[in-house]
T-cell receptor
Framework: TQLLEQSPQFLSIQEGENLTVYCNSS?????LQWYRQEPGEGPVLLVT?????EVKKLKRLTFQFGDARKDSSLHITAAQPGDTGLYLC???????????FGPGTRLSVLP | NAGVMQNPRHLVRRRGQEARLRCSPM?????VYWYRQLPEEGLKFMVY????????ESGMPKERFSAEFPKEGPSILRIQQVVRGDSAAYFC????????????FGPGTRLLVL
């Protein structure tokens, strides 16, 4: 059973489109992190969200942390081929100690 | 500012051999974590170390796997008597002292067991 669920599992869109991917849990997290991983490379940290309801923007990427700190979303505006990759959410649940990862959303942006 | 370094990037071993994977954390980071990523699967926590201490090894297989982070030098993940099921990408991450929430990852070592 995954502590963090991500949806959709796969997403293929055209350049210029907008998209949102989701990260959900039944557990409360003190913070959540989003990473992007490209083939053959390690995950690269994009953002950390800490406060319930928090919204953070990173150029065309908007990250939101749910009010109850159980879920998060990543919205990409005007996607570009360079956004292609595996998007992972991760965090340490309040009751636990280990850093857990979701299974990821594999995004493909076609030119 | 050098990031997390891992070597080798690719490692091929025959069944029964030993694999040694090395990780140098980011400068100033004293916490190291090892993860395994199987093809088409997510990252799974293996072990969390500080200098000369294993803090949490709850994700490590009970046999054949060991990890260390000596006072001097890189952290080492050691797999003895490798089997084909050990083939995976192994990632190391590091974080500053006092936080597990923000981890920076290395490029990984891809282990292939023939």
């Amino acid at each position: 059973t995954q502590l963090l669920e991500q949806s959709p599992q796969f997403l293929s869109i055209q350049e210029g489109e907008n998209l949102t991917v989701y990260c959900n849990s039944s557990s409360v997290f003190s913070s959540l992190q989003w990473y992007r991983q490209e083939p053959g490379e390690g995950p690269v940290l994009l953002v950390t969200v800490v406060t319930g309801g928090e919204v953070k923007k990173l150029k065309r990427l908007t990250f939101q942390f749910g009010d109850a700190r159980k879920d998060s979303s990543l919205h990409i505006t005007a996607a570009q081929p360079g956004d292609t990759g595996l998007y992972l959410c991760a965090g340490v649940p309040n009751y636990g100690q280990n850093f857990v990862f979701g299974p990821g959303t594999r995004l493909s942006v076609l030119p | 500012n050098a990031g997390v370094m891992q070597n080798p990037r690719h490692l091929v071993r025959r069944r029964g051999q030993e694999a040694r994977l090395r990780c140098s954390p980011m400068k100033g980071h004293s916490h190291v974590y090892w993860y395994r990523q199987l093809p088409e699967e997510g990252l799974k926590f293996m072990v969390y170390l500080q200098k000369e201490n294993i803090i949490d090894e709850s994700g490590m297989p009970k046999e054949r796997f060991s990890a260390e982070f000596p006072k001097e030098g890189p952290s080492i993940l050691r797999i003895q008597q490798v089997v084909r099921g050990d083939s995976a990408a192994y990632f190391c991450a590091s974080s500053p002292q006092g936080t597990r929430e923000t981890q920076y990852f290395g490029p990984g070592t891809r282990l292939l067991v023939l």
